[in-house]
């Protein structure tokens, strides 16, 4: 726990800085990687396996640091995170083939949803929650949202920065190498920001399960919720949005780098909108309610007769379907206890990163076998599905703040 308001303020900086930085380098690689594999050779179907594998990855140190690091500050895990983002950044830079790059995928930091699935989100939540009041904490949380879709929409446009590196003499691939090793730089900044964290008295818990006392059955009902999310989400992450467009409409790569940019600024500025939105019709009513539309739209994209009709939807969907993630981490925050915290966000994580994990390797067949619609209309669907049990199983689970109102 933080000793002071001063305190609380420099964690939650770091935080946001730390997240700015890991966020960048995953906009960037989201966008990048699947044309960098597609330059060593590898099929859309191998594409969605590398995917896959680099969520699976993701859940597995996720579960393992809920695990096996109890006594361990969150400090020293968030600065062996980073380190570890330092190796997958030269790892990719390095990799020549499809073996090399499924080991890279597994126990590196890159996933193909630009961060969202990433071993640093539970221990940078449980930070930001003890830095932040309760009447706060839903402003926090959207504000850290906002910060890491602002980096993240930068990194996406930066990936455009290899077509210009070509027209300087330098081979494409050589380029695309050159953006693992800017990826790897970013993971020191990053370590060195986190070094930076006061010590926390107390340490992530050593075992989630273990941890969750009187909150427990709703960490579950959360989880699964969740995952089923996770699961929909997984069809269409960012590297197989890019592969989509880069297949469907043969988008170049400055071209999808600065479309990413464009909707991550409307996630951005849909964020500070969530956090007003929750305050008057609550939490869960954020979630739900600007969700459906925007998962209406992706289907819509699916059947877009022309490029422009695709983007305009997308974008549409962009500024209202990133509007649940202040709300839903704030949301779990609330509705355990402060001791609980910790272990909730890793109980809630892992489910999420295990189910997001199985759908990319479907989502790159469905490709491979020239079926593109499939992908974006079971996402939507199925998100659909996850909103309306989400709205009748939480229907009773009311936050502090809103029951003080």
Request: net charge positive.
């Amino acid at each position: 726990m933080l000793t002071s308001s001063h305190d609380s303020t420099s964690a939650a900086r770091r935080i946001f800085a730390g997240r700015a930085l890991r966020d960048f380098g995953d906009g960037l690689a989201a966008v990048l990687l699947p044309a960098y594999l597609a330059a060593l050779g590898l099929s859309a179907a191998q594409v969605g396996i590398v995917a896959t594998v680099a969520l699976l990855g993701s859940a597995a140190l996720t579960f393992a640091i809920g695990f096996g690091a109890g006594g361990r500050e969150l400090r020293a895990l968030l600065v062996a995170s980073a380190v570890l983002m330092v190796a997958t950044g030269f790892g990719y830079a390095a990799a020549s083939g499809y073996a090399t790059v499924l080991l890279i995928a597994c126990v590196g930091t890159i996933n193909p949803s630009a961060g969202s699935a990433s071993v640093f989100v539970p221990l940078e939540h449980a930070v930001l929650s003890g830095a932040a009041a309760p009447a706060a904490r839903t402003a926090a949380f959207a504000r850290y949202s906002l910060i890491g879709a602002l980096a993240s929409a930068a990194g996406a446009l930066a990936a455009g920065v290899p077509d210009w590196l070509t027209t300087l003499g330098l081979d494409a691939q050589g380029s695309q190498r050159l953006m693992f090793v800017a990826y790897a730089a970013l993971g020191a900044a990053a370590a060195c920001v986190y070094r930076g964290l006061q010590p926390q008295r107390r340490a992530l818990p050593r075992a989630p399960v273990a941890a969750l006392g009187p909150s427990r059955r709703t960490v579950y009902t959360l989880a699964a919720l969740f995952s089923l999310d996770a699961f929909a989400g997984g069809f269409v992450v960012q590297s197989l949005l890019a592969l989509w467009l880069f297949q469907r409409f043969e988008l170049s790569l400055a071209a999808a780098g600065a479309f990413f940019f464009c909707t991550g600024l409307l996630a951005a500025v849909s964020f500070p909108v969530a956090a007003t939105l929750a305050g008057r019709i609550g939490l869960v009513n954020t979630m739900v309610f600007t969700h459906i539309p925007a998962s209406v739209c992706l289907i819509a994209a699916a059947f877009a007769p022309s490029l422009e009709w695709a983007m305009g939807l997308l974008a549409f969907r962009a500024l209202l379907g990133q509007m649940d993630v202040p709300a839903r981490s704030s949301f779990v925050m609330a509705v355990v206890t402060e001791a609980e915290r910790a272990a909730a966000a890793s109980a809630t994580a892992v489910p999420r990163s295990l189910a997001s994990a199985v759908s990319p390797a479907l989502a790159g067949a469905l490709f491979a076998a020239g079926l593109h619609v499939w992908p974006l209309v079971l996402c939507g669907g199925l998100k659909i599905l996850y909103d309306l049990l989400l709205l009748v199983a939480c229907r009773h689970f009311v936050p502090p703040e809103e029951r003080a109102e």
